[in-house]
């Protein structure tokens, strides 16, 4: 199997037990990286599927929503529950 990687252009100078062993080393960081990044693309997209479910962050939605509804209906019906969520 070793002969065959080899003959890979690209792949078999890094398929080592050195380079196995750096990525060992470095996956926790890249773990990390990759979730700050993840969650910096949910915050700078405001991608409402997703970000209604983040606990603190997704009452900015339900705020937004009220003020929709205030906008359409009148503050006295949203107070008493009668406004529609269409």
């Known amino acids: 199997m070793d002969y065959y990687m ?7 100078r890094f398929t080592g037990p050195r380079h196995l062993q750096i990525m060992k080393n470095v996956a926790p ?3 990390i990286f990759g979730a700050s990044a ?3 693309f949910l ?3 405001d991608w409402k ?3 209604t479910k983040i ?3 997704g009452r900015k939605f339900d705020e937004m929503k009220r003020a929709a509804q205030i906008d359409k209906h ?3 019906a949203v107070d008493e529950g009668t406004a529609s969520d269409d």
């Not at 080899?6 to 078999?12: D, F, I, R």
Request: glycine share 12%; charged share 10%.
């Open 6 to 12: 080899n003959k890979l252009p690209g792949v078999g």
């Open 29 to 31: 960081s890249l773990t």
């Open 38 to 40: 993840l969650v910096f």
């Open 43 to 45: 915050y700078v997209s």
């Open 49 to 51: 599927l997703t970000n």
């Open 55 to 57: 606990p603190i962050y």
């Open 74 to 76: 009148g503050q006295k």
